[in-house]
């Protein structure tokens, strides 16, 4: 069964800062690697998704990337802001056609005004 | 497309009673999760269907939640009887089932059982 790490599980810093969130997962055999959002109380956002035969995608401040013969993501954020503040959360699609999503436990970050 | 629409989104019980949480995914989207959320185990698949079909329920708990999909545009997770321990935040997601898979979830159901 695919297991998704994210460390870490907290993070705090100021404002301005670049910053970088890491996810792992056992199973290198992956069809993609979504991020995703979540503020408290509320669902979960779609923030990049990258593909298997991809290394990596870009929105805006954020950028994904993809190294699944180590079983690595990273999200990076340029530029952080207080409206950055939530949790992140990785998952990963399974390539065994199946297409469900194994999840990390999240990194809940603070950006400090 | 409104997203995917979840009701209701608080839903307050007492032990025993019958719980029923309703799903809409996106138009289009032809894969649908119901997911819960706790404090302890994170975001766990419950089960998910391709085409309304039930594809892997081997996340559901136990004989007291089912699932249907009758159409493309709804599904229900139907807990009966409650516990206090299903007290979680349920959500549903939808995606398409191939090439671009990129899911998208609703606000999610707290429920809370007393």
């Known amino acids: 069964k695919q297991e998704v790490t994210q460390i870490p599980a907290a993070l705090s810093v100021p404002e301005g800062e670049n910053l970088v969130l890491n996810c792992s997962f056992t199973?290198?055999?992956?069809?993609?690697l979504q991020w995703f959002r979540q503020d408290p109380g509320k669902g979960l956002t779609s923030l990049l998704l990258i593909q298997s035969s991809q290394r990596e995608q870009t929105s805006g401040r954020l950028n994904a990337s993809l190294d699944k013969s180590s079983g690595r993501s990273t999200l990076y954020i340029a530029a952080s802001q207080p409206g950055d503040s939530a949790t992140y959360l990785c998952?990963?699609?399974?390539?065994?056609?199946?297409?469900?999503?194994?999840f990390g436990t999240g990194t809940r970050l603070t950006v400090i005004p | 497309d409104a997203g995917v629409i979840q009701s209701p989104r608080h839903e307050v019980t007492e032990m025993g009673q019958e719980v029923t949480l309703r799903c809409k995914p996106i138009s289009g989207h032809n894969s649908l999760f119901w997911y819960r959320q706790t404090m302890m185990r994170g975001l766990e698949l419950l089960i998910y269907?391709?085409?309304?079909?039930?594809?892997?329920d081997s996340g559901m708990p136990e004989d007291r939640f089912s699932a249907k999909m009758p159409n493309a545009s709804f599904s229900t997770l139907k807990i009966q009887p409650s516990e206090p321990r299903d007290s979680a935040v349920y959500f549903c997601a939808s995606s398409k089932t191939s090439g671009d898979t990129e899911a998208f979830f609703g606000q999610g159901t707290r429920l809370t059982v007393v």
């Open positions: 199973d290198s055999a992956i069809y993609n």
């Open positions: 998952a990963a699609q399974p390539g065994t056609g199946a297409n469900n999503l194994f």
């Open positions: 269907f391709n085409n309304n079909v039930p594809i892997d």
